[in-house]
């Protein structure tokens, strides 16, 4: 079993910048690929950004290319999310997933672990 606790997200304007942490407990969490999804009130649950087991593979979504950054601590056990240029379209629950295969795969039917999440708003 894996345990995630996102933290970091918060009320931000256009243009501002926002940090999101979680944090991993549990067994194999070196050996799990991570991500980042993101899921606002009526819409299906969305790609952000993953990263590989070892850290050196980033897969993103075509929405956050340039804004965004996924990084891994593996000594923490924790997984980053620096978001930069946020929008008002960027506001959602943002929640980090895990899954036994290394490579950040896209879909959250690939994921086997959840956290529950931290919310972002973005204000115009």
């Known amino acids: 079993q894996v345990q995630l606790v996102e933290s970091g997200g918060g009320m931000v304007q256009a243009g501002g910048s926002l940090r999101l942490s979680c944090a991993a407990s549990?067994?194999?969490?070196?050996?799990?690929?991570m991500a980042w999804f993101r899921q606002a009130p009526g819409k299906e649950r969305e790609f952000v950004a993953g990263?590989?087991?070892?850290?050196?593979?980033?897969n993103y979504a075509d929405s956050m290319k340039g804004r965004c950054t996924i990084s891994r601590d593996s000594a923490k056990n924790t997984v980053y999310l620096q978001m930069n240029s946020l929008k008002p379209e960027d506001t959602a629950a943002y929640l980090c997933?895990?899954?036994?295969?290394?490579?950040?795969?896209?879909?959250?039917?690939?994921?086997?672990?959840w956290g529950r999440g931290t919310q972002v708003s973005v204000s115009s």
């Open positions: 990263i590989s087991r070892s850290g050196t593979s980033t």
């Open positions: 997933a895990a899954r036994s295969n290394w490579w950040p795969a896209g879909s959250p039917n690939d994921y086997d672990y």
């Open positions: 549990g067994r194999t969490f070196s050996t799990n690929a």
